[in-house]
């Protein structure tokens, strides 16, 4: 259960419920750090622990902060894809970090063949494999289910196969800096 104090309310935040109840002026303090443990029926002012708080909350923060992937870990990643020899005209692309990489899975978009992720958003460095989607659309008309089934759409299907998305072998092992990786992919 944590507390903090407001003016002089004390504003307890449990688990499943909040109170709120008024800190009589005897037991109002300064305005440093407090911990208030609930005693018996009433509130009880526990003194000195508000270093050892604010040490916890450092602590905390400074854990935290680490968790994050900072900007040298991430690297910026560019290049063109084809397929069949011809630039893909939209579509997307996908680094998922692999073996040893820890990582967020980083990805971009492909535009006239082209795709390019920055650093701030990009893949770590270190072994990836990669997933390229691209959709096309077939000229057959169906039922669009999310109108249940009465208006007419037309079909799209993924135009890349699946060796190259969902069952993907592609890998690509990124360094540190800006990294070039072509993707050349066939249908056959």
């Given at each position: 259960?944590?507390?903090?104090?407001?003016?002089?309310?004390?504003?307890?935040?449990?688990?499943?419920?909040?109170?709120?109840?008024?800190?009589?002026?005897?037991?109002?303090?300064?305005?440093?750090?407090?911990?208030?443990?609930?005693?018996?029926?009433?509130?009880?002012?526990?003194?000195?622990?508000?270093?050892?708080?604010?040490?916890?909350?450092?602590?905390?923060?400074?854990?935290?902060?680490?968790?994050?992937?900072?900007?040298?870990?991430?690297?910026?990643?560019?290049?063109?894809?084809?397929?069949?020899?011809?630039?893909?005209?939209?579509?997307?692309?996908?680094?998922?970090?692999?073996?040893?990489?820890?990582?967020?899975?980083?990805?971009?978009?492909?535009?006239?063949?082209?795709?390019?992720?920055?650093?701030?958003?990009?893949?770590?460095?270190?072994?990836?494999?990669?997933?390229?989607?691209?959709?096309?659309?077939?000229?057959?008309?169906?039922?669009?289910?999310?109108?249940?089934?009465?208006?007419?759409?037309?079909?799209?299907?993924?135009?890349?196969?699946?060796?190259?998305?969902?069952?993907?072998?592609?890998?690509?092992?990124?360094?540190?800096?800006?990294?070039?990786?072509?993707?050349?992919l066939t249908s056959n």
């Open positions: 259960m944590g507390t903090k104090l407001a003016g002089s309310w004390l504003i307890d935040l449990g688990i499943v419920n909040a109170r709120i109840k008024r800190i009589p002026p005897e037991n109002r303090a300064s305005p440093s750090v407090i911990d208030y443990a609930r005693v018996n029926s009433g509130w009880r002012v526990v003194h000195g622990t508000g270093k050892r708080i604010q040490i916890c909350i450092a602590l905390l923060a400074a854990i935290l902060s680490g968790c994050g992937y900072g900007d040298d870990s991430r690297v910026s990643v560019g290049g063109r894809v084809t397929l069949d020899g011809k630039a893909l005209d939209e579509g997307s692309i996908s680094f998922i970090p692999i073996r040893a990489t820890s990582g967020p899975v980083a990805g971009g978009m492909i535009v006239a063949g082209k795709y390019s992720i920055d650093a701030g958003k990009g893949p770590a460095i270190g072994p990836h494999r990669v997933e390229i989607r691209a959709t096309r659309k077939t000229g057959k008309m169906v039922p669009n289910p999310g109108f249940g089934g009465e208006a007419m759409v037309e079909e799209v299907v993924e135009a890349v196969p699946t060796r190259y998305n969902s069952q993907s072998t592609l890998r690509q092992d990124l360094d540190a800096g800006t990294n070039l990786a072509d993707f050349e």
